[in-house]
């Protein structure tokens, strides 16, 4: 059973965790609107081999936000520097899905990788707005006017909005479909601190992380869904051109979450490789 813990932040918010197994630290980050229950079945798997660690960012969890909470990008690239060096100080891989990977670089842009032994990221570009320099944004046609629209949506009706950006269906007029999986999606979205998840929003679509990915200095794992509802193929490339060292692996049938459904064992497998790779070539270095 995975401990629940309490991360004191600097700023007095209140930052809930789950640890559990032995071993060297794998931090699990999650993507926008979720929380720690994305990772702890990954967890649970890896627990005899690793010591895992699933946070629920600042503003996910509805029974510890505040409204008047700060939200922003900079400030949990700060709370994950405040767990690690708690719950880390020799080191961790983190592993970050969408809004986790853009905390990881945040991250590094702002602490570097000294507490860092890897780093994997999931589907995830540095830059979620598009315009004449950026074409690898959400859809790959995402604009401050587009988005400055969903945000009005968000404030409106959250749990409509999320579902239809998570399903490609922004700006399409028709009702969602009625399928037994929208419904319970939009039942836990409703229960969401929705005026925090806004702000995070916002401070996520401000956010132009590209100049960092060649400061990365620590091994890196690329996963990216090919049917990516989000990214085109061209996000992981250019991604991976900037990341020095980083390797790339491509799940043909998988979607914005790599690690779900059918490729959920070969995330594992790929993952527990890349973890035992880190952790050889810390112990290697450790030696020297």
């Not at 229950?37 to 627990?47: F, G, H, S």
């Not at 520097?81 to 945040?106: K, R, Y």
């Not at 602490?111 to 074409?135: A, F, H, K």
């Not at 790959?140 to 629209?149: H, I, L």
Request: with cysteine; net charge neutral; charged share 20%.
């Amino acid at each position: 059973m995975a401990a629940l813990k309490i991360l004191d932040t600097s700023d007095q918010a209140r930052v809930s965790y789950r640890v559990l197994g032995q071993g060297p630290t794998l931090l699990f980050l999650h993507g926008w609107s979720s929380g720690a229950a994305e990772w702890l079945p990954y967890a649970q798997a890896l627990a005899e081999r690793f010591r895992v660690i699933c946070w629920t960012a600042r503003g996910h969890d509805a029974t510890l936000g505040s409204d008047s909470e700060q939200m922003s990008l900079d400030r949990m690239a700060r709370d994950l520097h405040e767990l690690l060096s708690l719950e880390a100080p020799t080191g961790a891989l983190v592993v970050g899905h969408s809004m986790g990977a853009l905390t990881a670089w945040a991250y590094i842009g702002r602490y570097g990788c000294e507490r860092l032994t890897g780093l994997c990221i999931l589907d995830q570009s540095p830059r979620l707005l598009t315009g004449p320099d950026w074409s690898l944004g959400v859809y790959g046609d995402f604009s401050p006017a587009r988005n400055k629209a969903f945000i009005q949506r968000l404030r409106t009706h959250f749990p409509e909005a999320v579902t239809r950006l998570i399903c490609a269906r922004l700006d399409d007029p028709a009702p969602l479909p009625k399928t037994r999986y929208l419904k319970r999606l939009q039942e836990y979205l409703a229960g969401l601190p929705s005026e925090l998840l806004t702000q995070c929003w916002e401070s996520l679509t401000q956010a132009d992380l590209r100049p960092i990915l060649s400061r990365i200095a620590v091994p890196t794992l690329l996963i990216y869904g090919d049917r990516s509802q989000f990214y085109g193929p061209a996000v992981a490339r250019w991604v991976q051109s900037q990341i020095p060292g980083s390797r790339l692996i491509r799940y043909p049938e998988a979607d914005h979450s790599p690690h779900l459904g059918a490729c959920r064992d070969a995330f594992l497998q790929d993952l527990g490789a890349f973890s035992q790779h880190c952790h050889s070539k810390n112990d290697t270095r450790a030696q020297g």
